[in-house]
C-alpha cells in the first residue's frame, strides 16, 4: 500500500467543509440516505455473511477511500464518494489516522476539535449518499526509532508527554493502554450508536509495529470496542499475506473472540514470497479467502486490501497505467464473492487507479450481478466446477445459484503485460449437474459484466451453453 507521504500528494481543494455542510442543508442530490435502525451486523441465519439490524442483507461492495488529498480536500473525497455510490458502492475503509483526519496529532491525549470537524463532515457525506464506513482507528508503526519517519508517532514518548518509553511498551504498558481506552472513550462520545459505521478497526497491519504483544493488546482492545460500540463492528488486520510468515497470525487473528471480521491484506506482487501472490489476481484472491475460511472462523471473511505493487510494496503497480479496462479491479471485486466472502474485495488505490481510470462502473457490474440476493437466506455453498478453460467460481443456493466464469488465459500477464487482447470465448459448454442436481425447469440468465448485458438460456439436461464473452461471463440459476 501506500506511504502517507505518497496520499498526501495530491489535487488541490475546491470546497470547503462548510460549503459541502451547506449544500447537504439545501437538499443536494444523493443516494439512500442511511436509517437510523439500521447498524451493520453479523447475520444470525448465517454468520458468514453481514445484514442490517432491521433484518436486510447487506453485501460490502466498496474500496479503501482512506482519506482526502491535501489539507482541505474533502470536496475531492466527495466526488469519489459520490461516482462510488452512483455505481452500487456502500463501502469505504477510512484512516483516522491520516493526516486530514488524526484529531491526536499534537499532543498524546489531546484531540483537535477542527480535524474532528472532518470526521463529522466525511460521516456526513457518506450517511447521504448510503455509504457504511469502517473506522480505522491508528496506523504508526513506531515511536521515532523506525526507518519510515511517515510511519512514526513520537508524540506517544514520555520525553514528548505521552505514556511510553518504546513502542514496545505502547503495546504492554498499563499506561499507555489506559490512554488508548480513554481515546476510545472519546470517539464513542462523539460517534457511538452511529449506523453510517460499519466498524471500528482497531489498526492499520498492526504486525508491522516495531514492538510489543501486539496479539495481546488487540484481544484487550477488542473487548474495550464492544463494550464502548455494542451496535458496532470491531475488527483487526494484519500485513499482506505474501508468505510463511503470516499463517499462524492470521489464523490466531481470524478466530480471535470479539474479531467480528476475518480480514485479510493480499497484493499482486512480483517479490512476494508466495507464488499465488506473482500470479493471476483471481487466483491470488481465491486463495487468500479460502486460507481464511480452512480456519474455521466462523464469521464473515473479508479481502480488507488488495491491488498491484511493485515488488516488495516498493510502489504503486506500474501496469495500472495500461489497465484502462479495469481488469484488476475486477478480479478484485468478483473472485472473494464468489468463494463465500461476505463482500467484493477492496482495492487499495482508489485515486490514481479506480478514480484516474475510471473505473467506477466496475461497482455497477458487481452490484447487478447480486442484485435482490439475499446471502445469508441462501447459505451458499462455494464451490469450483470443472471446465477446461474456464475457472468456473460457484455460489450453490438454496434458492439461486451464481456461477462467475473467468477465461483462464486472460491474464494480467497476457493482456497488460504481454499486450495480447482477450479472446473471444465462444459456445463454451459447461456440465452444471454439481450444482443443479436433479432440479429441473431452472431459470437461466446470463450477464456480461464488460457490455452491461443480460441475456437468457436453457438448460440441456445438466449441460448449458454460454453466449460468446470476453474475458468473463456471470450466469444465474433460480
Known amino acids: 500500500m501506500m506511504t502517507a507521504e505518497q496520499m498526501r500528494r495530491r489535487l488541490p481543494c475546491r470546497l470547503c467543509i462548510g460549503a459541502l455542510l451547506l449544500l447537504f442543508a439545501m437538499g443536494t442530490a444523493m443516494n439512500t440516505t442511511i436509517a437510523e435502525d439500521s447498524f451493520v451486523r453479523v447475520s444470525p441465519r448465517d454468520a458468514r455473511y453481514f445484514e442490517l439490524s432491521n433484518g436486510e442483507p447487506y453485501i460490502a461492495i466498496g474500496l479503501n477511500m482512506i482519506g482526502p488529498p491535501g489539507k482541505e480536500g474533502l470536496d475531492v473525497m466527495s466526488a469519489w464518494m459520490e461516482n462510488l455510490s452512483a455505481n452500487g458502492g456502500n463501502f469505504i475503509r477510512v484512516w483516522l489516522s491520516s493526516a486530514y483526519f488524526d484529531v491526536e496529532h499534537r499532543r498524546c491525549g489531546e484531540y483537535d476539535e477542527e480535524k474532528a470537524k472532518r470526521i463529522d463532515a466525511m460521516l456526513a457525506l457518506a450517511q447521504k449518499r448510503g455509504i457504511r464506513v469502517k473506522m480505522c482507528i491508528e496506523s504508526f508503526r513506531h515511536l521515532g526509532e523506525g526507518k519510515q519517519p511517515w510511519f512514526g508517532k513520537p508524540l506517544h514518548l514520555i520525553q514528548n508527554g505521552g505514556t511510553a518509553a518504546s513502542t514496545a511498551d505502547f503495546f504492554d504498558g498499563e499506561r499507555s493502554r489506559d490512554q488508548f481506552k480513554r481515546k476510545l472513550a472519546w470517539l464513542t462520545k462523539r460517534y457511538g450508536d452511529n449506523p453510517t459505521i460499519f466498524g471500528w478497526e482497531l489498526w492499520n497491519e498492526i504486525n508491522c ?9 488487540t484481544e484487550t482492545m477488542l473487548a474495550e470496542l464492544h463494550r464502548l460500540f455494542p451496535k458496532n463492528l470491531a475488527m483487526q488486520s494484519l500485513g499482506s499475506f505474501d508468505g510463511e510468515w503470516g499463517r499462524k497470525p492470521y489464523e490466531r487473528l481470524s478466530v480471535m473472540p470479539g474479531n467480528d471480521v476475518a480480514q485479510v491484506h493480499r497484493y499482486l506482487d512480483l517479490g512476494a514470497r508466495f507464488d499465488v501472490c506473482r500470479g493471476p489476481m483471481d487466483l491470488l484472491a ?3 479467502v479460502r486460507t481464511l ?3 474455521r472462523p466462523n464469521r464473515p471473511i473479508l479481502l480488507a486490501e ?7 510494496h516498493s510502489g504503486p503497480l506500474k501496469l495500472y497505467e495500461k489497465d484502462t479496462a479495469g481488469i484488476l479491479l475486477h478480479d478484485v471485486l468478483f473472485a472473494p464473492f464468489f468463494c463465500g ?7 487499495w488505490h482508489w485515486d490514481l487507479y479506480v478514480a484516474k481510470m475510471n473505473l467506477w462502473p466496475h461497482f455497477r457490474r458487481f452490484a447487478e450481478v447480486v442484485k435482490g440476493i439475499d446471502p445469508p437466506a441462501e447459505r451458499f455453498e462455494p464451490m469450483m466446477l470443472p471446465h477446461p478453460r474456464l475457472r468456473v467460481y460457484a455460489l450453490k443456493g438454496q434458492h439461486t445459484t451464481l456461477m462467475w466464469c473467468r477465461d483462464s488465459q486472460n491474464t494480467w500477464q497476457t493482456e497488460l503485460a504481454g499486450g495480447k487482447a482477450p479472446e473471444t470465448i465462444r459456445q463454451a459448454a459447461l456440465d ?11 431459470q437461466v440468465k446470463f450477464y456480461d459484466p464488460w457490455e452491461n448485458r443480460w441475456s437468457e438460456g436453457k438448460l440441456d439436461g445438466a449441460r448449458l451453453v454460454l453466449p460468446d464473452f470476453q474475458r468473463s461471463i456471470v450466469v444465474r440459476l433460480e
Not at 509495529?209 to 493488546?217: L, P, Q, R
Not at 452444471?432 to 431452472?442: E, F, H, Y
Open 341 to 347: 466472502s461476505a463482500g467484493t474485495g477492496h482495492i
Open 209 to 217: 509495529v516495531a514492538g510489543g504483544d501486539y496479539m495481546a493488546w
Open 286 to 288: 481465491a486463495n487468500a
Open 432 to 442: 452444471v449437474s454439481p450444482v443443479t442436481g436433479a432440479k429441473a425447469g431452472l
Open 306 to 312: 488488495s491491488g498491484g505493487v511493485e515488488p516488495r
Open 293 to 295: 475460511q480452512s480456519y
